[in-house]
């Protein structure tokens, strides 16, 4: 929730978040027992949505569905608001509003997102925030709330305080995210930290660096900016009656790295030695009411439940999945379900369709829970449906040729963001559903430097086919 007047000064970039979709809310919902309400037919309501760059193309894909999305900054609202219209979109409404005005006349919601918020605003408005959380979810609904977390967040921290000091006497946005920026890169090259401080610093330097000045000025910059231990977060939820559900990168919920078996105690307790041990910088928390009975721990037996997706392919005798997970030479059963999921990405496939590449439903089981429980694969409950063909005249989506002409990017159906090459924007704008393939192999054939006509003829069934698949066309 970002104050008007600081938007004004740098516009802060929304973008689709796949962790935050309801179909992720719902799949780590349903593995732990919950029975969430279906993706195609819910309420969502994101606290904190901006422009609604990260709303609007959940709704796009999903209008049996309603989205409601609240912010402080009057601009990004109206900016959104512009978009829905443009869109011709009856199924979202962005207000600009306070969180404390939201009350019982807005009605239940099955899944509420808070990305970028609870780090962000001061502590008098995270019990508020949790409140919401309580009283307008839905018996079986899920919350997300993004934050900080300790011990990783130590190292940012430090370069954060030290960039604040550096520009405590500026006021001018602009020179304040320069003078920042000079002095972390002038911290980096300076390279007079003792011992093992100068790659972790580096490291994390490179990554403030790297980050969009919206980005920098309205997170690193902020003045407000706190980090939390998933204990201390979990007890604060749990005073309003939410428990911790899981986590929005479901792989970071199992040992896959090294067994906690050691640890007596609750989940929040293995949570938090986890965190220890792997220094997490950051939190993606689903939290759901604490009388929700939840059924724990996971296991292969839950996978007949889901639907699995991977953009899978062989690279140098492994195949390369999700999060850079590699799979070395793994047995034929494993290499055909990998296959199989590579050949359909980013669309996802339902269990019964994969038994035929695995030995038996049980072996299958297990194949499925190391894919997500190592982060190769990801799980669903909701199938996003594409187009049964291109067409003889195909038709790129009314938000696809949007984001193409104003983003230089796409949306894909399953909520990730894609940035688009100079073919490919010329594709999408040429394919208004009055060209047929040739025509649009002419188009592309024109663009200076274009490989010759004949190439881009016959590549285009196939480019053709995977927009269908990432759900581009209509």
């Known amino acids: 929730m970002m104050p008007d007047d600081t938007y004004h000064q740098v516009p802060y970039l929304t973008i689709p978040m796949a962790q935050t979709h309801p179909d992720r809310l719902a799949s780590v919902a349903r593995l732990f027992g919950m029975t969430p309400a279906p993706v195609g037919s819910c309420r969502v309501l994101e606290i904190g949505c901006g422009n609604g760059g990260n709303l609007i193309p959940m709704a796009y894909r999903i ?21 829905v219209a443009e869109l011709a979109m009856a199924n979202v409404d962005l207000i600009a509003m306070d969180l404390r005005e939201i009350d019982p006349s807005m009605g239940e919601f099955d899944y509420i997102i808070a990305h970028g918020v609870y780090s962000w605003i001061p502590d008098d408005l995270r019990d508020p925030l949790l409140d919401v959380c309580h009283e307008r979810l839905a018996p079986q609904g899920v919350a997300f709330i993004s934050y900080n977390a300790l011990p990783g967040r130590y190292v940012r921290m430090m370069l954060r305080d030290m960039a604040i000091y550096h520009t405590r ?111 997490r910088p950051f939190r993606q928390t689903l939290l ?64 019964d369709e994969l038994l035929e590449f695995a030995v038996d439903r049980e072996a299958l089981r297990g194949i499925l829970f190391t894919f997500i429980s190592s982060g190769f694969a990801a799980f669903h409950t909701y199938a996003f449906a594409p187009m049964e063909s291109a067409g003889s005249r195909p038709r790129a989506s009314r938000l696809a040729r949007w984001e193409s002409v104003r983003t230089g990017t ?65």
């Open 63 to 83: 209008p049996g569905s309603h989205f409601t999305g609240i912010d402080l900054a009057e601009k990004a609202v109206g900016e959104g608001r512009r978009t």
């Open 410 to 474: 796409v949306t894909y159906s399953n909520h990730t963001m894609c940035k688009l090459d100079v073919m490919v924007r010329t594709l999408i704008e040429l394919m208004d559903g009055t060209r047929g393939i040739d025509d649009l192999a002419a188009g592309l054939a024109r663009l200076e430097g274009a490989p010759p006509l004949e190439d881009i003829r016959a590549q285009l069934p196939q480019v053709l086919t995977h927009m269908r698949h990432a759900g581009l066309l209509e």
């Open 288 to 351: 759901c009411g604490a009388e929700v009975r939840l059924e724990r721990p996971a296991g292969p037996e839950q996978m007949d439940r889901f639907l699995f997706s991977s953009p899978a392919r062989r690279s140098n005798g492994k195949f390369e999945g999700l999060n850079s997970v590699f799979l070395a030479d793994p047995p034929e059963p494993v290499a055909r379900v990998a296959d199989a999921l590579g050949a359909t990405h980013p669309l996802p496939m339902a269990f």
């Open 169 to 279: 006497n500026c006021t001018d946005a602009g020179e304040r995210i320069e003078l920042a920026r000079s002095f972390l890169r002038l911290f980096g090259e300076a390279r007079v930290c003792e011992g093992a401080w100068q790659p972790m610093v580096e490291e994390e330097i490179q990554r403030t660096l790297d980050a969009k000045d919206g980005w920098f000025f309205h997170d690193d910059l902020a003045p407000i900016n706190d980090s939390f231990y998933v204990r201390d977060f979990a007890a604060r939820a749990a005073r309003h009656s939410l428990q911790y559900l899981g986590d929005a990168q479901p792989h970071l919920m199992f040992d896959s790295r090294i067994s906690l078996d050691w640890v007596n105690g609750d989940v929040i307790e293995r949570e938090q030695y986890f965190d220890f041990l792997c220094l």
